[in-house]
């Protein structure tokens, strides 16, 4: 018995883009360096820059006491961030990344050798810890057929999961165009990662944005609550990552009044209505739990620190937060810490021992 901690990141460095081929290093992200007086991004001095858009590099500006050292964070020392696991209680980290959470595309062919080069890297990366890290793939979506070629290699290389974000390439997660990829992520027990990030050109450019897609997050939620995915897609994992939870019960309330038919009408949603789903939502320790346990049920929250950066969203002790709290019994907390998330991403219990 361990925690899962189901939202950590990795920080991209120049060894990231070491996988790319030769004919695709003009795709190379560059290092760009600012004074920090750029209010929008909160004092960051040091960011990638690709065809004309800023990601920030590390967050440094955001660094507060605490923080794990640049060595954890980049990975370029795994045995010591199992340390650090091994101090917070954590026995597996899922890892999300950086650069791709704000980063936006608009052309496949930089997209695909970006994402190929980040899979292998962070795959050699996690190699040999015994699956102790466990990590989220970048899918090249403008690419259907190089996503299937990126699934199938994360699946067989410690993969539990593949990014995607509250919207994508101007499509709502219930697009049909994802359906390919989808049925390919089932078939290899992948999990869908939807993590809070800008993926909307018109918010694009400001460190605000990434908080707003909360409300994106939400959104996403109820396209697909009230699909067909159940039935499409039934053995297929969804998890909602680093939004918080306490939209759950405005979702419910949204769905209630029958918004996916366009009309006000009233739906019955039931009692927990997420109970028995295959959706997940990553909650934070501080939220109110007994209210949004009314929607969520027992089996269907996890827990996430955000260990790797260090902004409104990192609680590195996440998980003693939690157990501490009096307002929701020991047993439920147990779940949201360990056996939940191990079925969000398909992890077994003995899961530190069975990576590739």
Partial sequence: MGYIDADTHVLESDATWSFLADHDTRWRPRTFETDGSQAEWH???????????????????????????????????????????????????????????????????????LARSYNRWLAERCSGTGGRLRWSLVPPLLDLDACMEELRFGAANGAVSLLMRPLEIRRLLTDPYFYP????????????????????TPVYGQMKSVAYTAVNMAAAFISIATSDFAERFPELRFGFLEGGSEWLPFAYREISRGIDGGA?????????????????????FDENLPEILKYSGEDNLVLGSDFGHSDFGTDLEAQQGLLARTDVDQETLRKITDDNGRRLYGLPRDGATTAP
């Fill in 181 to 200: 990829l989808y049925a390919e992520a089932e078939k290899l027990g992948l999990t869908i990662g939807i993590h809070i990030g800008n993926a909307d």
């Fill in 264 to 284: 006000r009408r009233h739906v019955e949603i039931g009692e927990t209505p997420m109970k028995g789903s295959n959706l997940y939502i990553d909650c934070t």
């Fill in 43 to 113: 004092g960051v001095t040091r960011f990638w820059y690709l065809q004309g858009q800023l990601a920030p590099q590390g967050l440094r500006g955001l660094d507060v006491p605490g923080t794990p050292p640049d060595e954890v964070r980049y990975l370029d020392n795994p045995a010591k961030r199992i340390e650090w696991m091994d101090r917070l209680g954590t026995e597996v980290q899922v890892l999300i990344p950086s650069f791709f959470l704000v980063m936006l595309f608009d052309k496949a062919e930089p997209q695909v050798a």
